[in-house]
């Protein structure tokens, strides 16, 4: 009895081995992509096509700080901003977009360098898919080095936010050269937007004639998105917000007085009692935004009416009053795009100064350009200078923030961050 | 004491699984018949499941309702019979069995408040007694429950055993609720216990009911109370070893009613009754928070840069004033149990359904159970347990949903339900806002969940002390979550329709072997060896689609826009095997030392096995005569231990997640960092404890002190942003600390034949600290709830207000302080019975759940808005105060005006420097749980009642009254979706009162037959 009970044991113990050694203790994930996978050529459009959701998905988690810090928009909702709507931004407030944008610019930075380091030298120089990382690297960078008020890199010490605009213009300069010798004619979507990216950064960088150069290859009709998808996990909240909810609403900004700027769609929402309706906070009148009206709307990254009022500011700043003609007569360019009628030249260097900043923020509103301007204009010690940033209620005391801070969450989690 | 390398899994899956093949031939024997009846020594009434033995054999049956017992084929001679039952006192005596005779044995049981001859069977391996267990172990038995008003496993476990939380949830009916033992030991993990139902381990995870009905399914629903024999808790990390890796948080056996021999027994249960409200909002509001919604006076809001009323009416407003119901309560249930000398049978069947204090509310449960033991021979027994249990409700939407009926109804002029359609707001006076919240009826949020349970187990015993037991278990849950918005509905006018699918599969194969051998009188050995395989496959699934052409009943391909958003399945597994010997030393001193080895599916690539070891000691001091004759029975004991928690499926993974780039194109981002080395938390528990029978049985009481310290714990390490990858690792570096004090007390304190006052009680004190948790110092769980090093955890921070009382000063307001638990710290249930005749009882029940905060987000959104009634005097006040410039707190103030407003109430009710924080308050509670009222027929005329053999008419009463300095209406909710939606996933701590629906009063009446 004892010897068969010990026979049926070691039976037992060969049969149930090999079990043990299979992978019955791994666990199953299916639906999971794990990172060894993605060295494969086949798998790199993927990675790309990822980047692209990253910018996009990026420019739109900062859409909302950025409109209400730059005062496009106004808070007229229920979500806790904190002080956004004043214009103080702090650390805490800015966890989300602050790390959307550095894993957009994560993905774009490694996966470059992934696909380098598995390509041969000349197909990685002659590749379509390397040119197009290297623009969508180029674009979030700028939206970094535009938005933030230092910039950390790959978990890094901190450094100023220009370091942003050179390391964008030497990917969109990558992007150029590349998509050419991949074949991509001047006219492809990708080498032009690469060129007006480039005229951005290197206007920022102060070049304001290489700016032009650039800005001059891109025609007025062109326009290249950041591509949001409502059937995705990639759709425009501040559609959702302004349609679905009554979060941000134009009242009480400069808009408001320029009803029927066809580059600024909006109007007043009235309840079913024929009432000015209010936001979800109860009280502020709605006046809805409708350049994005539906969640599948894509954000602008740059576009050819955008190049000419780079050019017209190119021309105030090189040629002083001598250049208001120039600078008006691109503006009315820009504006014939959107069949407005042309303007009047202003009669000094501080009006054509103002004509071209409204102009400037109708043409780039709501595409997270103009926290940067403001900021850039605030710091300009000429004639571009604005006082937008000091509080009118209280000049010379407050300031309004001009740039997001290191988040809460870098500023925790990066040794390198003080 | 683990291994970290080299050391494969293949190991202890061999190991685990050798025992399985270890069995012996059969032998069988048998020459007489022993029968008997057991009834109760001061009620003479007969004893049902009275266990009844042979000592020194695995020979035993139960009692039926008539008391009765056979114990077939004896060998002839003289044998030891042996009787137990749960809250009776064990006797025995010395039968002789006569070849071909009947031998008759009766038997009357005395009550006793602690038993030490008990058996219990969680934890400790094989079936021992309790004299014998060196651990706590919480038990509820069908006596406890027979006439209180509990549904499902939940209900029978709130209150009842001491340091287990049960926190309702939700007042929707069909809610499942959140259960805790001995708090919360862990950072990141799941804080749900292990659930075994017959010997088979279930799934044991919540699962969130979808973005309407936001509240759970939680798997102790699906277990009908009326089945249960009774439940046995072990608690924490010292009693629950030989469970291994998954079982830090405790466990829950679950017993299910047994067959006996004898003809078939019949039960019979009808419950009749209705749900009526409580208050809704703030006890203090007299709006009701407009649920009653036609009263003229108090439908207003408030302008708060003016102070000027916005009044509002709702032409959807029912003809009666209000929005409540009583919705029908009904419930059925039918049970058969009976058996041979051989094969003994339960089956039972049910039908519930709650009808809600809303509109629309319908929550339908019902099942069937059958349990089926086969017993060839005294050696040998094969067990089949099965169920099925099907749940249906339909939810009213709720919590933080635009939907939701409270954030809706009790937002007053903010509601998203305004408007109406066609000419509903024709009648409303202009000037007066026109709200039409009637259209939140019209959404259909449905969750749909099925549950299958099946297992064999097989008792073989080849010894008289040898024994081995197999199970084999398999268990299914499917559960389907739909919000539907119809096409045509208010607010979302073109339709949507989302639903959201997890499956969940669990086999599970179980052996355990014992070994009993005596050294001597005095020295006796019982060696103890298992191993358990638990497999797990898991699949979520949501889908929305929106955007509908008509009014079709929707489905995934009917509209115009789908959004495919998740798809998540996993399988994983952990195996392992365990040793166990305890020693006796003269039936008085008992030491028991163990084991664990356990392998998992989740542990990193570079982590080997586990291995968990146990020691306890149990003495029982009462069995020396120099003991003090008070005690009937007395034991001390002691138990260290440990027991883990594997990490989440894909902690160990890098990995990428896939998304629609562009149009339409497949893209790629960083999703997890993963974590090679990553293994389980363990957690090391001390306790100690007695238990004690005093007074001839009528005083029990129960005392333990714990102390659980979980090293390894599983702390989500955040990594910089900038490095791409934004979900955190999660790494083994944590040190927490819980201990606590935890007593059981029930008493008999007047016993006489004809009249019985008796009464039970537990509580619980409970503290947490979190030691370290390495150098980020603290850990977000959600809704403002942290866990930081060297405080309480998890815990509230955020804005306080330094001098609340302070009358017309501005609030001195300190920023990310503690604010307090999220989870209660202290626990008491309260318990009282009056029997008179043993025909007539009075039971009445009270819990208590205190040391919590909660977030009361109704009144933080609604004061904001100027729709929070109890603010309205203080916000026309600080108009008035705010002066010229409408800033409060400056020179031009009129600062009388707030005189006499305290600074917490100014802080609550502005408009301005509004924060949760301010509106985060004391959750603590007692509730009246239920009164009943129940009345046994006499037997006399139980026959001409359908010929019954018993017969009684239950009348019930649950949550009549709430006790709270809460502001809110039910501080025991929770909007469930804030929780993680995944199983194996990080989950989060905070919980929030965001416009849920508070507990319903429930009143039954209950009719019990037996046939």
Redesign the interface.
Known sequence: ?NSI?KW??L???VL??P???CN????????????DS?NDPD?F??????????L??ANDNVEEIQTLLSGEMWHGG?Y?WGKIPRGIILPEDV?GA???M??A???TD?GVERMQGVLTPEDFGSSALVAEAYLYGGFIDRLIGEVVCEA?????APQPNTVEFERAKEKFTKAIEIGTAAGLPASDPIILAAYGGRASVTAWLGDWAGAVADAQKVPAEFEFDA?L??????SNTLAYETHARYEYTLWGTLFADHYGDPRVPWDTVF???GAVAVG????TPMFQQNKYDNEDDDIPLTHGTEMLVLRAEAALRTDGAAGIGEAIGLLNQARAVYDMSPLSTPGSLDEAWATLRYEREATVFLENRHLWDVRRWYEDTGPAHDNYLVDAADPGQEIRDSCIPI?R??R???PN?P | MKFRRGLGAGPAIAAALLALAWSAPLSAQATGRIQGTITDARTQQPLAAAAVTIQGTKIGTVTGEDGKYVLPNIEAGTHTIQVRRISYGSTSKPVTVVAGQTATADFALSEVAVSLDQVVVTGTAVASRKKEVGNSVGMVNADQIANAPVVNSQDVLAGRVASVTVLGNSGQPGAGGTVMIRGTNTISQSTYPLIYVDGVRVFNEPTRNGWGGRNNTNPLQNINANDIDHVEVIKGAAATTLYGTEASGGVIQIFTKRGVSGAPSWDVDVTQGFNDSNHWGDPDDPTNLWVDCNNTDLMYGLNLSTGEKKPFMDPTCPADGNWTVHGQIQRYGLSVRGGSDNVKYFVSGNYDQNEGMLPTQKARNGGVRANMTFAPSDKLSFTMSTAYTKLDNRWVGDGNNSEGFLLDVGRATATYLHGGKGHDCDNVPDGVYCVTNGYVFDQNNTTGSDHYLVGFTTNYAPLSNWNNKFSVGWDYTAIRNITNLPFGFLDTPLGYFWDENTRHTKLSLDYTGSLQNDFGKSLASTFSWGGQLFRDRHRWTEIDVQNFAGPVDPTLVTGAQLTYRDDIPFAETNAGFFLQEMLAWRDRLFVTGGIRVDGNSAFGDNFGLQVYPKLSVAYALSDYDWFPSAFDAFKLRAAVGESGKAPGAFDKLKSWQAETANEGDPGVRPDAIGNPDIGPERTQEIELGFDAGLFQGRLGLEATVFRATTREALVPVTLPPSGGFLSSRIENIGKLRNEGFEAQLNGSFIRTTDFEWSARANMTFMRSKALDLGEQKEVYTGLNSYIKQGDPFPSFYGKRVLNPDALGEQPMVATDTIQGNVNPDKLWGFGTTLTYKNALTLDVFFEHQGGFYIQNYTAYQNARRGVWYPCYATQQKMIQAAGPDGVLYNDDDNAGAIADVPALQLARCSADDYDIGFWTEKGDFTKLRYVTLTYALPSSLTPKILGANSASVTLSARNLFTWSSYHGGDPEVEDFTDQSNLVGVAGRFGRRDYYMMPSPRAYTLSVHLNF
């Open positions: 009895m009970r049926i044991g039976g037992t113990l149930l081995l079990l043990g050694a019955i203790l791994d666990v199953e994930s299916p639906g999971k992509i794990t990172d993605l798998a459009p993927s990675l790309v096509y990822g980047m692209s959701y990253n996009a998905n229920s806790d966890d602050w790390s959307w550095q894993q610019q994560w993905v490694h950390v890199i790959d978990s890094a591509i998808n409502a059937s995705a996990n990639n309840d079913e009692h979800a906070n109860g009280s988040s969450e870098e925790n989690s990066n961050v």
